[in-house]
Structures are given as C-alpha cells and as structure tokens.
C-alpha cells in the first residue's frame, strides 16, 4: 500500500484502499438511498442513508470529519496537533474540545496498557514513514532515538485551560490509532440529530451500522480476508447497532529482506509489533472505544489481549494469524461466523 498526500494520487489511494479490513455486506441499493463518499481522515470515507436524513445530513457529515481531520491530523502542518507537536518542549497549546478528549482518552488507554499503546507514539511513526512508498528499515540509533522520545507520562493535559503539553523536545503525537473512531461516533450523533432510522458509516474500514433496517433482518459486517480481493471475507459478523473496527498489518507495510513492517509499534522496542498476528476486529457499541482496542489487542497479542478486553462489557474481539488460525473472546461466537473453510477456531 503507496501513501502521497498529493491530490492525484489520493484517488489512486481510493482504488488501493479497497482492501479495507472491514466492510459492511451491502444491502441492495435502493432508488432512494442517498450515499456520499469523499477522501478524508487519510482515507476513503462513506456514509449511507437507508432510511431517513436528507442531503444535510451527508453534508454535515462530511463536515464534522473535516473538522476532525483539520484539528487532529497529524499528516498536515496546519492542525491543532501539529502545533501541539511543533511546540514541544517549549509551551503548552491550546485546542479544541474534541481534540482534547480524543487526547485524553488516548492517554487513559495508554495508563491501562502501561505505554503499549501511547497517543506520543508520533516519532516513531515519522521515522518509519509506513505508507510513503519509499521505505526502509531506519538505522538503530534512529530508532533508539524515537524511541526514547515516546512517553505518555510526558504530556500534561490542562483541563482548566485546555492546553496540551509535550514535555520534550522532539516529541509527537499521533492519533491515528484512535481519531477514526471517535469520528464514527460523531456520526452517529449527526444521525440521531437528523433521525435516520438506517444508516451504514465507513471510515476506511472502521464500520459503524446505525439504528435498524426496514425489514428488521440483522446488519452484516464482513471481516476482510487477509489473503484476498476485498469483497471476499472470511467472516461475518451480525446483530443489532454496532461498530466493527479493524487493525491488520496487510494494508499499510513494506518488505525488507523477505520480513514484513507494517505501521502497529511496539513501543518497547521501536520496530513494528511482532507477533503473529494478521489482524484483531473488535465488535463494540462505542466507536471511539473499538478503534483504540482494536490497535491495543493487536500490541498485547492474544492471551494478554483476552486478558484485557475483560474490563469492558459487551465488547468482542476476533483475533486472525499467520497461520488461519481464529480466535475468539468469550462470547464473540454469538456474533462472528466463520466462512472461510481455510481458516480455523483455535484456544490458546
Ligand atoms: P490502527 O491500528 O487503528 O492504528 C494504527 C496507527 O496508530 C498507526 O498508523 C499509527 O499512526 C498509530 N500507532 C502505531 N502504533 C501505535 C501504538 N503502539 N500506540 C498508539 N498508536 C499507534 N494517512 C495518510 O497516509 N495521509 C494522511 O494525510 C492521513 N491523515 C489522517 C488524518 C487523521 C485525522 C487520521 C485519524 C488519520 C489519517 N491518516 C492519514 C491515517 C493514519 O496515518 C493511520 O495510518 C490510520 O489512522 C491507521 O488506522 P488503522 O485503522 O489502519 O490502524
Ligand atoms: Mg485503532
């Protein structure tokens, strides 16, 4: 996967995009289904009206996630959190309610997980660039460097004035393991405001299936298989009213050597996770939530990751390896269905 920021490329981006880890089983389309798709948050984004909302409703839509995106992009020099990291080590900055609470819940993840997912992650991401079509594995004393940079106890968070600190010099952070989250459920909001009764939210991939359809049938969320075209998966999962969020190490990566890097780090080490995970989905209510748990699961690997998802109720995880093998957290089987003959249950 190529990443540019130029605009003629993005739509090239909207074709190699279509291997998205998670999708929603379309429903056939109707004649008066209104659906808008547009290049934003760093990806291709869709929202669906099955039933209710009007044209205000899409554009409002888009334009919360621009919004999102020109506050909380960590890939333009002009956002809140670029100034937030140009100002590092100097004076804390202040920004907006939305960036300070995808902020604060970035770093409570981070207290829970003990640093393995860390919102000043920025660093790291920066110096191995996945995604830029030009990459190679950074030298040591790089990677030591950034490394040493990367610490969620350095960035004091100002309530009272709603500033954001970076202790040191040097570091960054980077919300791209949560802010799409976060955008799906201000979707959801936006929904709700305007009535929808159906809607489908795809934010490259993170998928959120809003309110019922007409014919009451479940929603269908397909898990991407990793080892193939999108539109073939390898799973389903269905219900009610969810989000289904994906983090997987088939999209954004490069080869070096015959080894796979892909964009999850390991802030222990400096290098990408390794472990033998393909992908982690989380199934969830809450958006914001599936997005960080999706990329938290994946650091902590199956048993600690089992281990953690305990602390929140009615939340799923379905963890794929190297090797086809499938594992579920406890009551997952009551909404994913493998498909996929070549892929099997396994307990650890
Ligand atoms: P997830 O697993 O949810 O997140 C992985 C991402 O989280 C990594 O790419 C990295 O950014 C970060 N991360 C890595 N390791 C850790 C860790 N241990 N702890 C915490 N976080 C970690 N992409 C572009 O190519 N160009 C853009 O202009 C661009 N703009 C964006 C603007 C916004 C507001 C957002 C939210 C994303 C943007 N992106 C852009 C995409 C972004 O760079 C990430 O690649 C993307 O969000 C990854 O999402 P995911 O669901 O694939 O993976
Ligand atoms: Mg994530």
């Not at 952070?173 to 459920?185: F, P, R, S, V, W």
């Not at 014919?215 to 999962?237: A, F, H, T």
Request: proline letters at 3%.
């Amino acid at each position: 996967m190529r990443y540019s920021t130029t605009m003629t490329s993005r739509w090239l981006i909207v074709v190699l995009l279509c291997i998205a880890a998670t999708f929603a089983i379309s429903p056939s389309l109707h004649a008066e289904e209104l659906s808008k798709t547009d290049f934003v948050l760093g990806t291709v984004c869709t929202v669906r009206l099955l039933e209710g909302g009007s044209k205000a409703t899409l554009d409002e839509s888009f334009s919360r996630l621009r919004t999102i995106e020109d506050h909380m992009s960590a890939n333009r020099d002009d956002t809140e959190i670029s100034q937030v990291n140009a100002m590092a080590g100097k004076t804390p900055v202040k920004v907006s309610e939305d960036t300070f609470y995808v902020i604060s819940k970035a770093l409570e993840y981070a207290r829970l997980t003990n640093g393995a997912f860390d919102p000043s992650v920025g660093p790291l991401v920066k110096l191995w660039n996945i995604g830029n079509g030009d990459e190679k594995v950074p030298p040591t004393e790089k990677i030591l460097a950034a490394k040493a940079l990367v610490d969620w106890r350095q960035v004091v968070l100002d309530a009272t004035t709603r500033t954001v600190f970076l202790k040191k010099p040097g570091m960054a952070l980077d919300l791209g393991a949560i802010a799409k989250g976060y955008a799906a459920d201000e979707i959801e909001k936006i929904l709700l405001n305007h009535k929808v009764k159906a809607a489908v939210i795809d934010l490259g991939g993170n998928v959120f299936v809003f309110g019922s359809k007409k014919d009451k049938s479940p929603w269908r969320i397909g898990i991407q298989n990793p080892e193939s075209e999108r539109g073939e998966y390898l799973g389903i999962v269905s219900g009610g009213q969810m989000t289904v969020v994906t983090s997987g190490v088939y999209e954004r990566y490069f080869i070096e050597n015959g080894k796979r890097y892909h964009h999850i780090m390991s802030t222990q080490t400096g290098f990408p996770v390794d472990n033998d995970l393909i992908s982690v989905s989380i199934v969830s209510k809450s958006s914001i939530d599936a997005d960080a748990l999706s990329t938290v699961l994946f650091v902590l690997g199956i048993e600690k990751g089992m281990e953690f998802l305990k602390q929140f109720p009615d939340t799923y995880a379905i963890f794929i390896d190297k090797d086809h093998n499938v594992y579920l957290s406890p009551g997952a089987g009551k909404v994913f269905n493998l498909q996929d003959k070549s892929y099997r249950y396994a307990e650890k």
